[in-house]
């Protein structure tokens, strides 16, 4: 599932760093490591990067 055009550009406003603190934001409390790591995954899935390394 890809994200509305406004919830891309939205998600572009509000990006920070690092990105375990922009997801935390982006769902409005503070994910566990085990939502963090999947979310990370699934990025790099979804991008065709590798997902290793911490961001």
Same mark, same amino acid.
Do not use: N, W
């Given at each position: 599932?890809?994200?509305?055009?406004?919830?891309?550009?939205?998600?572009?406003?509000?990006?920070?760093?690092?990105?375990?603190?922009?997801?935390?934001?982006?769902? !409005?409390?503070?994910?566990?490591?085990?939502?963090?790591?999947?979310?990370?995954?699934?990025?790099?899935?979804?991008? !065709? !990067?590798?997902?290793? !390394?911490?961001?």
């Amino acid at each position: 599932m890809r994200p509305a055009a406004g919830h891309r550009a939205d998600g572009q406003r509000h990006h920070t760093q690092p990105i375990k603190s922009f997801y935390d934001l982006l769902v !409005g409390r503070t994910l566990t490591e085990q939502e963090q790591e999947r979310l990370d995954r699934c990025f790099h899935v979804a991008t !065709g !990067g590798t997902g290793s !390394g911490p961001h």
